[in-house]
Protein backbone atom coordinates (compact mmCIF):
# COMPACT_ATOMS: atom_id res chain seq x y z
CA UNK A 1 0.00 0.00 0.00
CA UNK A 2 1.38 3.51 -0.62
CA UNK A 3 1.96 5.66 2.36
CA UNK A 4 -1.03 8.78 1.81
CA UNK A 5 1.06 10.73 4.28
CA UNK A 6 2.59 11.31 8.00
CA UNK A 7 0.20 12.17 10.86
CA UNK A 8 1.50 13.94 13.85
CA UNK A 9 -0.79 12.94 16.78
CA UNK A 10 -1.04 15.19 19.87
CA UNK A 11 -3.37 13.23 22.68
CA UNK A 12 -4.24 15.19 26.11
CA UNK A 13 -6.54 14.37 28.94
CA UNK A 14 -7.35 11.43 30.59
CA UNK A 15 -6.65 7.74 29.42
CA UNK A 16 -10.25 7.37 27.90
CA UNK A 17 -9.46 10.03 25.77
CA UNK A 18 -6.32 8.33 24.87
CA UNK A 19 -7.66 5.11 23.79
CA UNK A 20 -10.09 6.89 21.50
CA UNK A 21 -6.48 8.50 20.05
CA UNK A 22 -5.32 4.65 19.53
CA UNK A 23 -8.09 3.84 17.74
CA UNK A 24 -8.15 6.71 15.37
CA UNK A 25 -4.07 6.08 14.48
CA UNK A 26 -5.12 2.46 13.90
CA UNK A 27 -7.63 3.67 10.91
CA UNK A 28 -5.34 5.90 9.77
CA UNK A 29 -2.29 3.59 9.37
CA UNK A 30 -4.72 0.67 7.84
CA UNK A 31 -5.56 2.96 5.10
CA UNK A 32 -2.04 3.57 4.39
CA UNK A 33 -1.13 6.73 6.78
CA UNK A 34 1.87 6.88 8.70
CA UNK A 35 1.75 7.74 12.32
CA UNK A 36 4.89 9.93 13.15
CA UNK A 37 6.47 11.24 16.15
CA UNK A 38 8.39 13.84 14.96
CA UNK A 39 6.61 17.09 13.89
CA UNK A 40 8.82 17.60 11.10
CA UNK A 41 7.89 14.62 8.96
CA UNK A 42 4.28 15.30 8.80
CA UNK A 43 2.07 16.27 6.44
CA UNK A 44 -0.93 16.88 8.92
CA UNK A 45 -1.63 17.08 12.49
CA UNK A 46 -4.46 15.84 14.78
CA UNK A 47 -4.89 17.18 18.40
CA UNK A 48 -6.98 14.99 20.66
CA UNK A 49 -8.14 17.98 22.99
CA UNK A 50 -9.54 18.08 26.12
CA UNK A 51 -12.23 19.99 27.25
CA UNK A 52 -13.32 18.51 30.66
CA UNK A 53 -11.79 21.73 32.72
CA UNK A 54 -10.39 25.42 31.95
CA UNK A 55 -6.98 23.97 32.49
CA UNK A 56 -7.60 21.29 30.39
CA UNK A 57 -9.12 23.83 27.53
CA UNK A 58 -6.07 26.16 27.76
CA UNK A 59 -3.74 23.49 27.28
CA UNK A 60 -5.74 22.27 24.34
CA UNK A 61 -5.22 26.08 22.47
CA UNK A 62 -2.17 26.07 23.59
CA UNK A 63 -1.49 23.11 21.15
CA UNK A 64 -3.89 24.16 18.64
CA UNK A 65 -1.78 27.91 18.10
CA UNK A 66 1.30 25.92 18.06
CA UNK A 67 0.32 23.64 14.93
CA UNK A 68 -1.33 27.02 13.74
CA UNK A 69 2.13 28.58 13.63
CA UNK A 70 3.38 25.49 11.89
CA UNK A 71 1.09 25.68 9.11
CA UNK A 72 1.27 28.76 8.56
CA UNK A 73 5.61 28.27 8.53
CA UNK A 74 4.85 25.45 6.12
CA UNK A 75 5.88 22.63 8.25
CA UNK A 76 2.90 20.90 7.87
CA UNK A 77 -0.41 21.27 5.23
CA UNK A 78 -3.33 20.47 7.67
CA UNK A 79 -4.42 20.74 10.88
CA UNK A 80 -7.69 18.51 12.55
CA UNK A 81 -8.78 19.05 15.89
CA UNK A 82 -10.93 16.04 17.83
CA UNK A 83 -11.74 14.94 21.25
CA UNK A 84 -13.88 16.91 24.08
CA UNK A 85 -13.18 20.50 22.66
CA UNK A 86 -14.34 19.56 19.32
CA UNK A 87 -17.81 18.57 20.67
CA UNK A 88 -18.07 21.23 23.07
CA UNK A 89 -17.03 24.31 20.61
CA UNK A 90 -16.77 22.80 17.53
CA UNK A 91 -18.05 25.71 15.13
CA UNK A 92 -17.21 28.30 17.03
CA UNK A 93 -14.09 26.74 17.00
CA UNK A 94 -13.93 27.20 12.99
CA UNK A 95 -14.59 30.51 13.06
CA UNK A 96 -12.46 32.20 15.87
CA UNK A 97 -9.50 29.77 14.31
CA UNK A 98 -10.20 29.86 10.78
CA UNK A 99 -6.19 27.56 10.02
CA UNK A 100 -8.32 24.64 11.48
CA UNK A 101 -8.90 22.37 8.34
CA UNK A 102 -10.89 19.95 10.27
CA UNK A 103 -13.40 19.71 14.13
CA UNK A 104 -14.41 16.29 14.54
CA UNK A 105 -16.76 15.70 17.30
CA UNK A 106 -16.56 12.31 19.03
CA UNK A 107 -19.25 10.67 17.09
CA UNK A 108 -17.28 10.83 13.90
CA UNK A 109 -13.63 9.05 15.16
CA UNK A 110 -14.27 6.40 12.73
CA UNK A 111 -14.99 8.56 10.00
CA UNK A 112 -11.57 10.18 10.46
CA UNK A 113 -9.21 8.67 7.55
CA UNK A 114 -12.04 10.57 5.42
CA UNK A 115 -12.22 13.75 7.43
CA UNK A 116 -7.90 13.93 6.68
CA UNK A 117 -7.73 12.74 3.12
CA UNK A 118 -10.12 15.94 2.57
CA UNK A 119 -7.97 18.38 4.92
CA UNK A 120 -5.07 17.39 3.07
CA UNK A 121 -7.05 18.30 0.00
CA UNK A 122 -8.15 21.80 1.13
CA UNK A 123 -11.40 20.75 1.88
CA UNK A 124 -12.92 21.60 5.02
CA UNK A 125 -14.69 19.35 7.52
CA UNK A 126 -17.00 20.47 10.63
CA UNK A 127 -18.91 17.61 12.78
CA UNK A 128 -22.67 16.42 12.38
CA UNK A 129 -23.08 13.36 14.08
CA UNK A 130 -24.08 12.67 18.24
CA UNK A 131 -21.14 11.51 20.75
CA UNK A 132 -23.81 7.87 21.07
CA UNK A 133 -22.72 7.34 17.50
CA UNK A 134 -19.07 7.25 18.54
CA UNK A 135 -17.84 3.39 17.94
CA UNK A 136 -17.19 1.47 21.11
CA UNK A 137 -15.08 -1.62 19.41
CA UNK A 138 -11.84 -1.17 16.95
CA UNK A 139 -8.37 -2.21 16.77
CA UNK A 140 -5.78 0.17 18.33
CA UNK A 141 -2.33 1.23 17.97
CA UNK A 142 -0.75 0.88 21.11
CA UNK A 143 0.72 5.24 22.53
CA UNK A 144 1.70 3.04 25.67
CA UNK A 145 4.93 1.07 26.34
CA UNK A 146 4.50 -2.89 25.32
CA UNK A 147 3.82 -4.52 28.75
CA UNK A 148 0.59 -2.12 29.74
CA UNK A 149 -2.53 -0.98 28.58
CA UNK A 150 -5.69 1.26 29.37
CA UNK A 151 -9.06 -0.79 28.11
CA UNK A 152 -12.55 1.27 27.97
CA UNK A 153 -14.93 -0.76 29.01
CA UNK A 154 -17.65 1.57 28.67
CA UNK A 155 -18.41 4.82 27.10
CA UNK A 156 -20.33 8.49 28.61
CA UNK A 157 -21.72 8.86 31.96
CA UNK A 158 -25.03 9.58 33.91
CA UNK A 159 -23.81 10.39 37.16
CA UNK A 160 -24.91 14.20 36.18
CA UNK A 161 -22.93 15.71 38.71
CA UNK A 162 -23.69 19.64 39.08
CA UNK A 163 -19.89 20.85 38.16
CA UNK A 164 -19.16 18.16 35.14
CA UNK A 165 -19.51 18.47 31.88
CA UNK A 166 -18.81 15.03 30.63
CA UNK A 167 -22.54 13.70 29.84
CA UNK A 168 -23.09 15.93 27.76
CA UNK A 169 -19.81 15.78 26.08
CA UNK A 170 -20.12 11.87 25.81
CA UNK A 171 -23.48 10.99 25.88
CA UNK A 172 -25.47 8.57 28.14
CA UNK A 173 -23.50 5.63 29.66
CA UNK A 174 -23.04 3.02 27.67
CA UNK A 175 -21.38 -0.45 28.32
CA UNK A 176 -19.29 -2.62 25.85
CA UNK A 177 -20.60 -6.34 25.62
CA UNK A 178 -18.40 -8.46 28.04
CA UNK A 179 -17.37 -11.22 25.57
CA UNK A 180 -16.16 -8.20 23.26
CA UNK A 181 -13.88 -6.65 25.98
CA UNK A 182 -12.62 -10.13 26.98
CA UNK A 183 -11.52 -10.52 23.27
CA UNK A 184 -9.43 -6.94 23.25
CA UNK A 185 -7.98 -8.29 26.73
CA UNK A 186 -7.00 -11.50 25.19
CA UNK A 187 -5.45 -9.74 22.04
CA UNK A 188 -3.33 -7.69 24.08
CA UNK A 189 -2.54 -9.84 26.35
CA UNK A 190 -1.17 -11.86 23.22
CA UNK A 191 1.07 -8.76 22.35
CA UNK A 192 2.92 -9.12 25.25
CA UNK A 193 0.65 -6.49 27.86
CA UNK A 194 0.91 -7.82 31.50
CA UNK A 195 -1.10 -5.06 32.60
CA UNK A 196 -4.75 -3.89 31.99
CA UNK A 197 -6.18 -1.01 33.31
CA UNK A 198 -9.85 -0.65 33.22
CA UNK A 199 -11.62 2.88 32.45
CA UNK A 200 -14.52 4.66 31.93
CA UNK A 201 -16.07 7.69 33.71
CA UNK A 202 -17.50 5.20 35.81
CA UNK A 203 -16.15 1.78 35.60
CA UNK A 204 -18.32 1.05 38.89
CA UNK A 205 -21.71 1.40 36.88
CA UNK A 206 -20.01 -1.33 34.39
CA UNK A 207 -23.11 -3.84 33.14
CA UNK A 208 -26.02 -1.54 34.96
CA UNK A 209 -27.34 -1.07 30.92
CA UNK A 210 -26.94 -4.49 29.82
CA UNK A 211 -27.48 -6.83 32.49
CA UNK A 212 -29.58 -4.48 34.79
CA UNK A 213 -26.92 -4.61 37.97
CA UNK A 214 -23.48 -3.46 38.54
CA UNK A 215 -21.44 -6.52 37.19
CA UNK A 216 -17.82 -5.01 37.64
CA UNK A 217 -16.65 -7.92 39.57
CA UNK A 218 -17.98 -10.84 37.15
CA UNK A 219 -15.85 -8.82 34.66
CA UNK A 220 -12.84 -8.98 36.32
CA UNK A 221 -13.11 -12.56 37.61
CA UNK A 222 -13.81 -13.86 33.97
CA UNK A 223 -11.09 -11.48 32.88
CA UNK A 224 -8.24 -12.48 35.31
CA UNK A 225 -8.24 -16.27 33.64
CA UNK A 226 -6.55 -15.03 30.61
CA UNK A 227 -3.14 -16.86 30.76
CA UNK A 228 -0.25 -14.33 30.77
CA UNK A 229 -1.93 -11.57 32.60
CA UNK A 230 -0.04 -10.16 35.44
CA UNK A 231 -2.45 -7.63 36.82
CA UNK A 232 -5.82 -5.69 36.30
CA UNK A 233 -6.14 -2.37 37.53
CA UNK A 234 -9.51 -0.71 38.37
CA UNK A 235 -9.56 3.21 37.92
CA UNK A 236 -12.87 5.59 38.37
CA UNK A 237 -14.70 3.64 40.81
CA UNK A 238 -17.93 5.29 42.18
CA UNK A 239 -17.95 5.61 45.92
CA UNK A 240 -21.93 4.51 45.56
CA UNK A 241 -21.08 1.94 43.29
CA UNK A 242 -18.83 -0.25 44.87
CA UNK A 243 -20.35 -3.27 45.84
CA UNK A 244 -19.34 -6.15 48.27
CA UNK A 245 -19.02 -8.42 45.28
CA UNK A 246 -16.61 -6.10 43.57
CA UNK A 247 -14.68 -5.92 47.23
CA UNK A 248 -14.20 -9.35 47.35
CA UNK A 249 -13.12 -9.97 44.16
CA UNK A 250 -10.01 -7.43 44.54
CA UNK A 251 -8.99 -9.17 48.19
CA UNK A 252 -9.85 -12.67 47.15
CA UNK A 253 -8.14 -12.46 43.23
CA UNK A 254 -4.54 -12.24 42.89
CA UNK A 255 -4.92 -10.89 39.59
CA UNK A 256 -6.20 -7.69 40.51
CA UNK A 257 -4.75 -5.24 42.15
CA UNK A 258 -5.23 -3.92 45.78
CA UNK A 259 -5.74 -0.47 44.45
CA UNK A 260 -8.75 1.69 43.96
CA UNK A 261 -9.02 4.93 42.21
CA UNK A 262 -12.34 6.77 43.66
CA UNK A 263 -13.11 10.28 42.84
CA UNK A 264 -14.71 11.86 46.12
CA UNK A 265 -14.71 15.32 45.20
CA UNK A 266 -15.38 16.43 48.72
CA UNK A 267 -16.25 15.53 52.40
CA UNK A 268 -18.98 18.12 53.84
CA UNK A 269 -21.92 16.79 53.21
CA UNK A 270 -23.25 20.43 52.23
CA UNK A 271 -20.80 20.73 49.22
CA UNK A 272 -21.08 16.86 48.17
CA UNK A 273 -25.31 17.95 47.68
CA UNK A 274 -24.67 21.15 45.77
CA UNK A 275 -22.44 19.08 43.75
CA UNK A 276 -24.82 16.46 42.85
CA UNK A 277 -23.08 13.25 44.68
CA UNK A 278 -24.96 10.60 46.42
CA UNK A 279 -23.75 9.70 49.96
CA UNK A 280 -22.04 11.68 53.11
CA UNK A 281 -18.82 12.68 53.49
CA UNK A 282 -18.70 10.00 57.00
CA UNK A 283 -20.27 7.22 54.86
CA UNK A 284 -17.67 7.60 52.38
CA UNK A 285 -14.93 7.65 55.25
CA UNK A 286 -16.84 4.47 56.53
CA UNK A 287 -16.26 2.55 52.83
CA UNK A 288 -12.53 3.85 53.12
CA UNK A 289 -12.51 1.32 56.27
CA UNK A 290 -14.13 -1.23 55.17
CA UNK A 291 -11.77 -1.46 52.01
CA UNK A 292 -8.93 -1.10 54.38
CA UNK A 293 -10.18 -3.98 56.72
CA UNK A 294 -11.47 -6.30 53.87
CA UNK A 295 -8.56 -5.91 51.80
CA UNK A 296 -5.25 -5.56 53.94
CA UNK A 297 -2.63 -3.47 52.18
CA UNK A 298 -5.14 -1.84 49.62
CA UNK A 299 -3.80 1.41 48.19
CA UNK A 300 -6.79 3.98 47.70
CA UNK A 301 -6.36 6.91 45.36
CA UNK A 302 -9.03 9.62 45.45
CA UNK A 303 -9.69 13.47 43.11
CA UNK A 304 -11.14 16.37 45.14
CA UNK A 305 -12.54 19.75 44.47
CA UNK A 306 -11.31 22.73 45.95
CA UNK A 307 -13.13 26.40 46.13
CA UNK A 308 -16.91 24.65 44.79
CA UNK A 309 -19.12 27.47 44.90
CA UNK A 310 -20.27 28.04 48.62
CA UNK A 311 -17.67 26.22 50.34
CA UNK A 312 -16.83 28.15 53.36
CA UNK A 313 -13.86 27.82 55.46
CA UNK A 314 -15.55 25.35 57.80
CA UNK A 315 -16.42 23.08 54.90
CA UNK A 316 -12.36 22.92 53.48
CA UNK A 317 -11.52 22.59 57.32
CA UNK A 318 -13.80 19.40 56.64
CA UNK A 319 -11.83 18.50 53.80
CA UNK A 320 -8.47 18.37 55.44
CA UNK A 321 -9.76 16.93 58.37
CA UNK A 322 -11.26 14.05 55.97
CA UNK A 323 -8.46 13.33 54.31
CA UNK A 324 -6.23 13.01 57.62
CA UNK A 325 -8.71 10.88 59.69
CA UNK A 326 -9.17 8.56 55.75
CA UNK A 327 -5.08 8.48 55.45
CA UNK A 328 -5.60 7.98 51.43
CA UNK A 329 -2.60 7.29 49.82
CA UNK A 330 -2.39 9.28 46.86
CA UNK A 331 -4.77 12.38 46.40
CA UNK A 332 -5.35 14.81 43.71
CA UNK A 333 -6.84 18.33 43.97
CA UNK A 334 -8.45 20.44 41.57
CA UNK A 335 -9.28 24.27 41.75
CA UNK A 336 -13.11 24.41 40.86
CA UNK A 337 -13.88 25.16 37.53
CA UNK A 338 -17.09 26.94 36.01
CA UNK A 339 -17.98 24.58 33.05
CA UNK A 340 -20.05 25.95 30.53
CA UNK A 341 -23.82 24.89 30.64
CA UNK A 342 -23.57 22.62 33.70
CA UNK A 343 -26.06 23.16 36.99
CA UNK A 344 -22.84 24.65 39.24
CA UNK A 345 -21.95 27.39 36.74
CA UNK A 346 -25.33 29.01 37.30
CA UNK A 347 -24.93 28.70 42.12
CA UNK A 348 -24.50 31.56 43.74
CA UNK A 349 -21.53 32.48 45.64
CA UNK A 350 -19.04 31.74 43.37
CA UNK A 351 -15.43 32.06 44.76
CA UNK A 352 -12.90 34.14 43.86
CA UNK A 353 -9.56 32.49 42.20
CA UNK A 354 -7.41 33.19 44.64
CA UNK A 355 -9.21 31.69 46.92
CA UNK A 356 -9.62 28.39 44.97
CA UNK A 357 -5.89 28.80 44.44
CA UNK A 358 -5.21 29.16 47.62
CA UNK A 359 -7.08 26.37 49.37
CA UNK A 360 -6.03 23.87 46.77
CA UNK A 361 -2.27 24.17 47.45
CA UNK A 362 -3.42 24.05 50.72
CA UNK A 363 -5.17 20.54 50.59
CA UNK A 364 -1.35 19.43 48.91
CA UNK A 365 0.56 20.75 51.81
CA UNK A 366 -1.45 18.15 54.06
CA UNK A 367 -1.78 15.47 51.47
CA UNK A 368 1.92 15.66 50.46
CA UNK A 369 2.74 14.68 54.69
CA UNK A 370 0.09 12.00 54.49
CA UNK A 371 1.35 10.10 51.23
CA UNK A 372 5.22 11.03 52.99
CA UNK A 373 3.96 9.32 56.09
CA UNK A 374 2.74 6.42 53.94
CA UNK A 375 5.64 6.15 52.17
CA UNK A 376 8.57 5.83 54.56
CA UNK A 377 6.31 2.49 56.29
CA UNK A 378 7.02 0.75 53.33
CA UNK A 379 11.18 1.49 53.85
CA UNK A 380 12.00 -2.34 54.31
CA UNK A 381 9.48 -4.30 53.12
CA UNK A 382 9.72 -6.43 50.27
CA UNK A 383 7.24 -5.93 46.95
CA UNK A 384 6.93 -7.36 43.88
CA UNK A 385 6.97 -4.59 40.90
CA UNK A 386 7.06 -4.17 36.94
CA UNK A 387 10.07 -2.39 35.23
CA UNK A 388 8.36 0.68 33.12
CA UNK A 389 11.84 1.45 31.90
CA UNK A 390 14.70 4.06 32.52
CA UNK A 391 14.55 7.42 33.55
CA UNK A 392 17.48 9.40 32.07
CA UNK A 393 17.06 12.30 34.06
CA UNK A 394 16.76 10.28 37.93
CA UNK A 395 19.50 7.57 36.37
CA UNK A 396 17.38 4.98 37.75
CA UNK A 397 15.17 1.93 36.14
CA UNK A 398 11.38 3.34 37.17
CA UNK A 399 9.38 0.08 38.30
CA UNK A 400 5.93 0.21 40.06
CA UNK A 401 4.27 -2.49 42.54
CA UNK A 402 0.27 -3.23 41.91
CA UNK A 403 0.41 -0.44 44.20
CA UNK A 404 1.11 2.80 41.55
CA UNK A 405 -0.70 3.18 38.25
CA UNK A 406 1.60 3.92 35.30
CA UNK A 407 2.42 7.83 34.60
CA UNK A 408 0.41 9.34 37.61
CA UNK A 409 1.70 7.66 40.77
CA UNK A 410 4.86 7.44 42.22
CA UNK A 411 7.53 4.70 41.48
CA UNK A 412 10.28 3.00 43.16
CA UNK A 413 13.89 3.73 41.73
CA UNK A 414 16.65 1.32 40.93
CA UNK A 415 19.77 2.25 40.46
CA UNK A 416 21.51 1.81 37.17
CA UNK A 417 23.87 -1.17 37.97
CA UNK A 418 20.47 -3.68 38.03
CA UNK A 419 20.45 -3.81 34.46
CA UNK A 420 16.51 -4.64 34.47
CA UNK A 421 14.12 -5.04 31.48
CA UNK A 422 11.22 -2.98 30.93
CA UNK A 423 8.00 -5.15 31.11
CA UNK A 424 9.74 -7.61 33.42
CA UNK A 425 9.17 -8.56 36.95
CA UNK A 426 11.44 -8.01 40.05
CA UNK A 427 11.26 -8.60 43.68
CA UNK A 428 12.59 -5.19 45.15
CA UNK A 429 13.67 -4.56 48.98
CA UNK A 430 12.60 -0.92 49.77
CA UNK A 431 15.76 0.69 50.93
CA UNK A 432 14.34 4.88 51.59
CA UNK A 433 12.35 7.47 49.88
CA UNK A 434 13.83 9.65 46.77
CA UNK A 435 11.08 12.85 47.22
CA UNK A 436 8.15 10.73 47.04
CA UNK A 437 9.71 8.08 44.98
CA UNK A 438 10.12 4.88 47.10
CA UNK A 439 14.20 3.91 46.65
CA UNK A 440 15.10 0.23 46.44
CA UNK A 441 17.82 -2.75 45.51
CA UNK A 442 16.64 -6.05 43.44
CA UNK A 443 16.67 -9.34 45.74
CA UNK A 444 17.99 -12.17 43.74
Given amino acids: MDNKGSIYFISLGCDKNRVDAEKMSYLLEESGYSITPELYEADAVIINTCGFIASAKEEALDNIYDMVNAKNEGIIKALIVTGCLSERHGVEMMDIIPEIDAVVGIGQNSDIVGIVDRALEGKEHTYSRIPTDLDLEGERL ?101 TDALISEISQNEKVCKYLDIPLQHSSDAVLRRMGRFGSGEENLELINKLKNEIPGITIRSTFIAGFPGETDEQFDELLTFIKRASIDRAGCFAYSAEEGTPAERLKDQLSEDVKQERTEVFYQVQQEITRELQMKKVGSVTEAICDGFDEEKKAFICRSEFDAPEDDLSILVPVDYDLIPGELYDLKITGLDGMDLTAVVID
Fill in 142 to 242: LSTPQHYAFLKIAEGCDNHCTFCAIPGIRGRYRSRKEEDILTEAKELVSYGVRELILVAQDTTSYGKDLVGEHSLAALIHEMSQIEGLWKIRILYAYPEHI
